[in-house]
T-cell receptor
Framework: IAGITQAPTSQILAAGRRMTLRCTQDMRHNAMYWYRQDLGLGLRLIHYSNTAGTTGKGEVPDGYSVSRANTDDFPLTLASAVPSQTSVYFC?????????????FGPGTRLTVL | GNSVTQMEGPVTLSEEAFLTINCTYT??????LFWYVQYPGEGLQLLLK?????DKGSNKGFEATYRKETTSFHLEKGSVQVSDSAVYFCALSEGYSSASKIIFGSGTRLSIRP
């Protein structure tokens, strides 16, 4: 069982380019999340999805979009990358909407925008 | 709004020393509280959790008690090992819009000397 996989592992991107970070889970979790991790700021929620077909905005959604066409996949797209989007991006999933549900994290994607 | 404050690192200890990492929170209602750990090059994983006042979460020798009167959830371990070197995140979850969103502290880097 892989859990959550993310691709690519790392990427260097020129400013203005479009980029999609991929996230796939095999646990049949209905909720999925995207976070960015920046030094000294912990993790901040970008977008989330309660279930396939629905998405919502988190704390820092500007410049990012997501889709949830099925249960397993939750891609994050940067339409036109900017240097401030240099960060480590983590995808996570959880079994449901209960507040004490554990979130399971992927290994992360390190993105550098030049 | 809800927030989590944890002690800044880095924290450096010798093997077998006693560990405390302080965490306080601000929240409306009755949040669940978590400690997540991030080992080098990996995503976050749940270390322990507590869902109501006076609950004690424990795992791998780590403990934390949910103190509503002091709005705290301090992480403790009686004797740390080199393998405990990691970044530790305090977090809270208070279900909102049917999603179990988690708010993370900024993280505390722990280094254990042999």
């Amino acid at each position: 069982i892989a859990g959550i996989t993310q691709a690519p592992t790392s990427q260097i991107l020129a400013a203005g380019r479009r980029m999609t970070l991929r996230c796939t889970q095999d646990m049949r979790h209905n909720a999925m999340y995207w976070y960015r991790q920046d030094l000294g700021l912990g993790l901040r929620l970008i977008h989330y999805s309660n279930t396939a077909g629905t998405t919502g905005k988190g704390e820092v959604p500007d410049g990012y979009s997501v889709s949830r066409a099925n249960t397993d996949d939750f891609p994050l797209t940067l339409a036109s990358a900017v240097p401030s989007q240099t960060s480590v991006y983590f995808c996570a999933s959880s079994d449901g909407a209960r507040q004490d549900n554990e979130q399971f994290f992927g290994p992360g994607t390190r993105l550098t925008v030049l | 709004g809800n927030s989590v404050t944890q002690m800044e690192g880095p924290v450096t200890l010798s093997e077998e020393a006693f560990l405390t990492i302080n965490c306080t929170y601000t929240a409306t209602g009755y949040p669940s509280l978590f400690w997540y750990v991030q080992y080098p090059g990996e995503g976050l994983q749940l270390l322990l959790k507590a869902t109501k006042a006076d609950d004690k979460g424990s795992n791998k020798g780590f403990e934390a008690t949910y103190r509503k009167e002091t709005t705290s959830f301090h992480l403790e371990k009686g004797s740390v090992q080199v393998s405990d070197s990691a970044v530790y995140f305090c977090a809270l979850s208070e279900g909102y819009s049917s999603a179990s969103k988690i708010i993370f502290g900024s993280g505390t880097r722990l280094s254990i000397r042999p």
